[in-house]
């Protein structure tokens, strides 16, 4: 779902207090309250620092977060609710993809380059919605031009005005059968530019991103591609010229400088399990050094600049939210100078039977809310009792004690063979009120959760 952003970074949650914030994470992710108190600080100082004046907000750096946590409590949840509440260009990324330089896999800075493409993006969409209409009147003018036969010649006695007049009733004719839908079987041939996808090679020690901006730049004509006739209907040729239209109304370097300026000021990422890079190796050899892949973090965590095909983008001021289980690693065990730079610590607490049952029923997308909504589609009525529903909660309570506790992802698992029966049978069922009840829950798991070789493999 794209999260938009008003020109300025100043949004209408800046009128959102701490708990206001928190009141707005409840109605998606239950419980964590010290985890929504810690995010909900930061971002109502990052509206706080957008009112000091120029040359003290420069200095005022954000306050990164650092959750810890097992999986499937809310970290992730929470920091892409949070996005969402405040508009601000959001990105999500694993710290185990990343590699130290040398090493096969993604660079550090590719992160913030993904958040960039991520902002221009939204700016494009709302700059679309602002040109939309004027590129609709623009591909109905178009569109009338190729219908209409080209004006003839006027004889040398013939009254100019009078045959203006007469073609202008024509025009306004095909616009009116146009609009009304009547032109729609109607044939078209349309100049339609075609892509063009040069090959080349990559030089050794450059990187992608590089080779993309010297290209285009060196090569402008190259990536223009050519024209060619297409045939299409009415409908399907007034599309294409819309979104034509709309790439020709739309300034792209504008779009670009807003993108950058927006993720310098309010861009959010979120890096998970950074648990995995946590630790010193004792041993040396051919692999990558999760240490060395913290020291490669480092200076896009503490303010860098980077290189992007829209511009140079500085990091100073992007909140960064970080997340690990630290199961076998701690917090400590990261260097120094990464810890130093996750000042807010917060701990999430592990879910029980209680918050399972909240999280079934209570959060806007609660699961039982949307397999109700599925089974709505096929005309069956499914109703879920509160015993049922405290049985689902027992039940993945159950599992999560007795293999891996993943959190509120058992339950996702738990309610996907509950319901196996009705939504493979669902549309022949004879009886479309189907209610889920105590007894149709312990039919359906209780075999597989009292065998825990099975569940294991099942659940």
Do not use: C, W
């Amino acid at each position: 779902m794209p999260i938009y952003l008003p020109e300025s970074t100043q949004t209408s949650t800046e009128s959102l207090t701490p708990r206001q914030i928190v009141a707005e994470l409840d109605k998606y992710v239950i419980g964590q309250a010290a985890a929504k108190r810690a995010v909900a600080i930061a971002l109502r100082n990052r509206m706080r620092r957008q009112k000091l004046p120029p040359e003290l907000a420069e200095e005022v750096a954000p306050k990164n977060i650092l959750m810890i946590g097992p999986t499937g409590v809310g970290k992730t949840e929470i920091a892409r609710r949070l996005a969402r509440l405040a508009q601000s260009p959001f990105i999500k990324v694993e710290a185990s993809k990343y590699t130290e330089v040398g090493y096969v896999g993604r660079d550090v800075e590719s992160m913030v380059r993904d958040l960039v493409e991520l902002g221009v993006d939204m700016v494009r969409a709302e700059r679309l919605e602002e040109v939309r209409g004027k590129a609709s009147q623009n591909a109905e003018e178009r569109l009338l031009d190729i219908l209409l036969p080209p004006p003839r010649t006027l004889a040398p006695d013939e009254d100019t005005a009078s045959a203006r007049d007469q073609q202008g009733q024509t025009r306004e004719r095909f616009r009116e059968q146009l609009r009304a839908g009547r032109l729609d079987a109607r044939v078209v041939e349309v100049d339609a530019r075609e892509k063009a996808f040069p090959s080349f090679e990559i030089i050794a020690g450059s990187s992608v991103e590089e080779v993309d901006i010297n290209l285009k730049d060196m090569l402008p004509g190259l990536f223009q591609g050519k024209t060619r006739k297409r045939r299409m209907k009415v409908p399907e040729a007034l599309e294409f010229l819309t979104q034509e239209e709309e790439q020709k109304l739309i300034d792209m370097d504008s779009v670009s400088k807003t993108a950058v300026e927006r993720v310098e000021q309010s861009g959010i990422i979120f890096i998970d399990e950074i648990d995995k890079i946590a630790g010193r190796e004792g041993a040396h050899g051919p692999e990558v050094s999760r240490e060395g892949v913290q020291r490669d973090i480092l200076p896009i965590v503490e303010g860098t600049t980077v290189n992007t095909k829209h511009g140079m983008v500085r990091t100073d001021h992007i909140l960064f939210i970080a997340a690990g289980a630290f199961h076998v690693s701690k917090p400590s065990d990261l260097i120094p100078e990464l810890q130093g730079r996750f000042p807010i610590r917060v701990e999430l607490q592990a879910l029980g039977k209680e918050e399972f049952v909240r999280i079934l029923t209570e959060p806007r997308s609660a699961l039982v809310k949307q397999y109700t909504a599925l089974m709505e589609t096929e005309g069956i009525t499914l109703t879920f009792t509160d015993d049922a529903v405290r049985r689902i909660a027992d039940f993945a309570t159950i599992v999560n004690d007795r293999t891996e506790n993943i959190g509120a992802r058992r339950l996702h698992t738990v309610m996907e063979k509950l319901l196996d029966e009705i939504s493979f049978e669902g549309p022949d069922l004879a009886e479309k009120r189907v209610q889920i009840d105590d007894a149709y829950v312990q039919k359906m798991l209780a075999e597989i959760v009292k065998n825990e070789d099975l569940s294991r493999y099942i659940l």
